[in-house]
């Protein structure tokens, strides 16, 4: 074998080798993002994922998630089922008690940066209420403990 073809091979198979390596340094690095997951705000202050009890509305608990159950949770959004607790303020919120929606779907989504961390940003709640589909939304964009 000529003396360029036996210094080509030994590179050739060096570079080969090499390539894996930077893949799977590619991947960990992307694991590691993964490892610190998008979270919610609670009324507390501390984040929380995949709450199963969750109070929506800090300042007077009208809204919250009860016995909720998530299918999914990943770094856009998560998605789950719930049994939506709201005051419908009849004949007036200090008057009237909570009503129950089984069988509501929730969304949480628009992850944003923090000062807590990543932090979800936007709910979603479809419940049916006298046999018409509604829908809850709450923003913590723009909230100062944000």
């Given at each position: 074998?000529?003396?360029?073809?036996?210094?080509?091979?030994?590179?050739?198979?060096?570079?080969?080798?090499?390539?894996?390596?930077?893949?799977?340094?590619?991947?960990?690095?992307?694991?590691?993002?993964?490892?610190?997951?998008?979270?919610?705000?609670?009324?507390?202050?501390?984040?929380?994922?995949?709450?199963?009890?969750f109070v929506i509305s800090c300042a007077d608990a009208n809204a919250a998630l009860t016995?909720?159950?998530?299918?999914?949770?990943?770094?856009?959004?998560?998605?789950?089922?719930?049994?939506?607790?709201?005051?419908?303020?009849?004949?007036?919120?200090?008057?009237?008690?909570?009503?129950?929606?089984?069988?509501?779907?929730?969304?949480?989504?628009?992850?944003?940066?923090?000062?807590?961390?990543?932090?979800?940003?936007?709910?979603?709640?479809?419940?049916?209420?006298?046999?018409?589909?509604?829908?809850?939304?709450?923003?913590?964009?723009?909230?100062?403990?944000?």
């Amino acid at each position: 074998m000529p003396r360029l073809a036996r210094l080509v091979v030994p590179v050739a198979l060096a570079v080969t080798l090499a390539v894996p390596t930077l893949a799977v340094s590619a991947s960990s690095g992307a694991s590691k993002v993964k490892a610190s997951p998008v979270k919610i705000l609670t009324c507390a202050g501390t984040t929380v994922s995949r709450p199963r009890n969750f109070v929506i509305s800090c300042a007077d608990a009208n809204a919250a998630l009860t016995q909720t159950h998530w299918s999914t949770w990943s770094a856009h959004s998560a998605t789950g089922t719930t049994r939506f607790a709201l005051n419908l303020c009849t004949p007036y919120c200090a008057a009237s008690p909570m009503s129950y929606f089984p069988r509501s779907s929730v969304t949480v989504s628009a992850p944003v940066s923090t000062r807590h961390g990543r932090l979800f940003s936007k709910l979603v709640v479809h419940y049916v209420y006298r046999g018409k589909a509604r829908s809850f939304s709450f923003s913590w964009a723009g909230d100062p403990s944000f």
